[in-house]
Each structure stands twice: as structure tokens, then as C-alpha cells.
């Protein structure tokens, strides 16, 4: 899939109050700033109309704004974060082009954040995790069909260690994708090219593949040489130590389409 867009929102002053479990210290503004540069510096190298939404102070959490929509073929998703702290983000999502106009705006009793939900060309897998529950995923379920697309529900639950279902896999084109060993020989995945980071480098499994090259975050030498093995040639690694500290990753980052 070619992306053209990219949705990214700047990294609020109020970063280091957010959610987090990571336990990694408290993150550098400074530092989670400049990496934050980096990254859309690269999605525009990659030929991506990146579009900057301001920071939101009041929502420390609001840079990782994939998780407040799913964009699907010519339309979008509204998501309604499964963390309390996080449902107001996706109001001011609301006036963004293309988020604008949303067939569908998910809603209670049903929460889903955009991190659970991985396209694989037009099969889309749904996480259920903490914070998708099974009524979310359902009417996202519900938006998809309705555009000939298909999806799959993944429960994450025995899997505690990711947050969300992309927090543990990424979607490398050409049916091959990226996974945690957790999800290995999953049944959802057996058709895809399954490449497994190893253990000591599991954070490298959120990865993104934009226009032919992968972003993957820096510091998982294994994994990259892995994936030059596999004869993938064109690899850019981003520092991505601050937003690991809040429990992000590279996805969560942005909206693509
Ligand atoms: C949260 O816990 O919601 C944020 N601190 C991290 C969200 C990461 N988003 C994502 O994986 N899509």
C-alpha cells in the first residue's frame, strides 16, 4: 500500500504525565521533542503531506494520535480510547481533514484504540486488549465491512506484555510480518512470512513500512540485521528512547493513509 498522508500531533509539555508501565524513567522533553522532529522529517523524506496538529497540554498522552481513529480506503474511524484519560483527545480530531467527516464514531459500552487495529491490505486484525473491548472492535468491525474490507479479532489478553496488538506486530507488505515471539504460530497469522524479533529486542516489533522502507527503532541491532538478511534494503532507525519511556512506539505516532 502507497501512503501519501501522515497525521501528527506535537509533543505537549505535559509529555512525562501520561500513562505508562514502561519503567523507564521519566522522559526528557528536550530529547522526546527532537525525536519527534526526526520522525516526521523522515515521513516527509518518504514522501509523505505530513499534517501537524498543535499539542493538546490538557492530554499528555494526545502524541500517540493513532490511537484516536482507524483510517480505512476513503474514510475514518473515530476511536473511544479505552483509557479514561484519553477519551477527550478524540474530540479535537474532529475538525482534522479527512478525520472530519467519520462514517463512523465508535462509542460506549464500546472502547477501542487504534493501536489494536493492524491493516494487512484489506484484512485488518483487531486486537482485544485492555483497552479495545469486544463491543469496539465489533463496530469497528461493523465500518470495515461495510467498505468490503475484512477483519479478524485477536484476543491479547493472554498476552500481557503488549499494550496493544501493534505494540506486538507490524505489517511489512507482502504478507510478511514482524511479531513478538508471543504471537508466533498464532492461527490469525499463519498465512503470513512470520519474522520474530528476539526476546531482548521484543520494543523493535513496532515498525512501520512506509513506501518500500522500513523505520524501525534504533538500537535493536539483531532485528535489523535480520531484516537486511531478509532482503529488506532500505532501513532507517529512529531513536525512539522517550516514547518507550510512555509505553509508545513508532506507530503510534501518526496516522497514515
Ligand atoms: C498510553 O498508555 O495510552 C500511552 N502512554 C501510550 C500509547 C501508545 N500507543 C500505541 O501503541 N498505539
Not at 17 to 22: I, N, V, Y
Not at 126 to 137: E, P, W
Not at 243 to 248: N, Y
Request: proline share 5%.
Amino acid at each position: 500500500m502507497r501512503y501519501r498522508n501522515a497525521i501528527v500531533r506535537q509533543v505537549p509539555d505535559s509529555f512525562a504525565d501520561g500513562l505508562t508501565q514502561a519503567n523507564l524513567g521519566k522522559p526528557d522533553l528536550h530529547l522526546a521533542r527532537l525525536q519527534w522532529e526526526s520522525y516526521v522529517f523522515i515521513l516527509r523524506k518518504l514522501g509523505l503531506n505530513v499534517h501537524v496538529l498543535p499539542p493538546l497540554e490538557q492530554f499528555p498522552d494526545s502524541v500517540f494520535v493513532e490511537d484516536t481513529a482507524v483510517i480505512a480506503r476513503d474514510s475514518a474511524a473515530l476511536a473511544n480510547p479505552g483509557a479514561p484519560s484519553r477519551r477527550g483527545e478524540v474530540d479535537s480530531m474532529r475538525d482534522v481533514p479527512r478525520l472530519g467527516f467519520p462514517i463512523c464514531v465508535l462509542g460506549d459500552p464500546g472502547t477501542l484504540d487504534g493501536g489494536d487495529v493492524l491493516r494487512l491490505g484489506r484484512m485488518f486484525l483487531i486486537g482485544l486488549s485492555d483497552r479495545t473491548n469486544g463491543f469496539g472492535a465489533a463496530q469497528l468491525g461493523v465500518f470495515l465491512r461495510d467498505q468490503n474490507l475484512y477483519y479478524r479479532m485477536i484476543d491479547l489478553k493472554q498476552f500481557p506484555n503488549l499494550l496493544h496488538l501493534k505494540t506486538g506486530i507490524s505489517y511489512l507488505e507482502k504478507k510478511r510480518v514482524l511479531i513478538q515471539s508471543c504471537l508466533e504460530a498464532h492461527p490469525a497469522l499463519e498465512k503470513y512470512e512470520q519474522i520474530i524479533v528476539p526476546d531482548d529486542e521484543a520494543y523493535a516489533a513496532n515498525a512501520l513500512m512506509i513506501n518500500g522502507t522500513v523505520l524501525l527503532a534504533a538500537g535493536h541491532p539483531k532485528t535489523a540485521s535480520m531484516l537486511r538478511d531478509r532482503g529488506f534494503k532500505k532501513i532507517v532507525e529512529l531513536e525512539m528512547s522517550e516514547f518507550q519511556k510512555m509505553d509508545g512506539g513508532l506507530s503510534c505516532l501518526s496516522l497514515r493513509y
